[in-house]
């Protein structure tokens, strides 16, 4: 039993007439006799009279629609309750981030959301590169990070900003003074550490591939992540050459700008249809928040 046999039942004992019964549901006719018929089979009984010209309850059909009233009533105010339950939860938002670099950088951002909307609950996923496009479009998530070459195409882009390639290295290296550098001078600066793709962004894999060309292996670190990258930068084994992302930054590192090369697009990517309250007032914070950092 369930409440479209209901409430089909409870039209037609009030209209008696199932042509009048289904305008009011705003459904077929043939639709209300169904839902009337496997009733009827599911109880035992008849529960109307039907000829060509006249439609009446039958005495189970009278003592019927008591129950059938209360049973509407109680599914109503069930929903109801349940609806102000939820409304009062949370708004859960799932973001997903590739690195501890992005986890950096939404902390101030969080920081603002929190303040602002605290009906909103941030819950933050560090995960693989490979597996956090399948999280996002499974709905585990709701929002992750990408630069815009490696967005999926299934999903919707939101540019947040133009992101610099910077080089990276120790206090104490060797370019650690220089005010800015070129790819002629990075060839000729001692080991390099280096991600393959899609760690590092397809569209900063060119410049990084530019600066490593010529080096011998031994001056080369192949490093599965940036955490491993940004390591043996701080211990002074190598320099990187990676996105600048604003509120990122590694204290005691030196970060230099690569003026030869243009900004990356760096963005917010969700799925079509999506973009619910919560997600849309994320969005704004990083943009007030990471353009104004820059």
């Known amino acids: 039993m369930n409440t479209t046999q209901l409430e089909c039942f409870m039209a037609v004992s009030n209209f008696l007439n199932f042509s009048r019964a289904a305008e009011h549901l705003r459904i077929t006719q043939p639709a209300v006799s169904h ?36 049973m509407l009533k109680l599914a109503g105010l069930s929903k109801a309750r349940l609806k102000e339950c939820l409304s009062d939860l949370p708004a859960r938002l799932g973001i997903g981030c590739r690195n501890t670099i992005e986890l950096r950088m939404l902390r101030p951002v969080l920081a603002r959301l929190r303040e602002e909307r605290p009906e909103v609950m941030p819950l933050l996923r560090l995960i693989p590169f490979d597996s956090l496009e399948n999280q ?32 990276v290295c120790a206090p104490d290296h060797p370019l650690a003074e220089e005010p800015f550098l070129t790819v002629e001078r990075l060839r000729s600066a001692g080991a390099m550490a280096a991600c393959r793709p899609p760690i590092c962004p397809p569209a900063l894999f060119p410049i990084q591939s530019e600066v490593l060309a010529g080096r011998p292996p031994h001056q080369v670190f192949f490093c599965d992540d940036l955490e491993a990258a940004f390591t043996l930068a701080e211990a002074g084994y190598a320099l990187a050459v990676v996105p600048d ?44 928040v990471l353009r104004s950092a820059q």
């Open 35 to 70: 839902q009337i018929s496997t009733l009827e089979d599911e109880l035992g009984v008849k529960l109307f009279h039907r000829t060509s010209k006249s439609v009446r309850l039958t005495p189970e059909g009278y003592l019927f629609t008591q129950y059938a009233g209360e």
């Open 245 to 288: 992302l604003p509120g990122a930054r590694l204290p005691g590192l030196r970060y230099i700008p690569l003026p030869e090369f243009e900004p990356l697009s760096f963005g917010a990517v969700y799925l079509p249809g999506e973009r619910t309250p919560a997600l849309r007032a994320l969005l704004t914070l990083l943009e007030e």
């Open 136 to 167: 996002l479009s499974e709905g585990e998530l709701q929002l992750i990070f990408s630069f815009q070459e490696s967005a999926s195409k299934k999903a919707r882009y939101h540019e947040l900003l133009r992101c610099p390639a910077v080089c």
